[in-house]
């Protein structure tokens, strides 16, 4: 799905280039969250380019319960996306990790 150069940027984490940076954060969100869930409410696809307008669902490790809404930006050359970035509201989320006394950037091994 990902180009193994993909880069990908995203509200609460650094801007990350490669299979193996993208494998560290889904690990990150794996270990973060106990639930983590990306609804697609809609999808418009434009020649190499693509928007997901989504809806995000997740429960921290800490048991938090988070809800924001936001977009996806895709760009796509030979059938693989090159770059992403994410859009959405992070408060829910900065809200949730303070009160655990933690960051997302600490979630992902970052400090």
Same mark, same amino acid.
């Given at each position: 799905m990902f180009d193994d150069n993909a880069v990908?940027?995203?509200a609460l984490s650094p801007r990350t280039k490669?299979?193996? /940076?993208l494998r560290e954060s889904v /690990?990150?969100?794996?270990?973060?969250?106990r639930s983590?869930?990306?609804l697609p409410l809609e999808v418009v696809v434009e020649d190499d380019r693509a928007i997901v307008v989504c809806r995000l669902e997740a429960v921290t490790?800490?048991?938090a319960a988070i809800e924001s809404t936001g977009a996806?930006?895709?760009?796509?050359?030979g059938g693989r996306i090159i770059y992403m970035s994410s859009y959405h509201?992070?408060?829910p989320f900065l809200r949730a990790f303070a009160d655990a006394g933690t960051t997302?950037?600490?979630?992902?091994?970052?400090?």
């Open positions: 990908v940027e995203d490669g299979k193996d /940076a /690990a990150a969100i794996k270990t973060g969250f983590f869930r990306n490790a800490a048991g996806n930006f895709y760009q796509i050359s509201d992070s408060t997302p950037y600490q979630q992902r091994g970052a400090t």
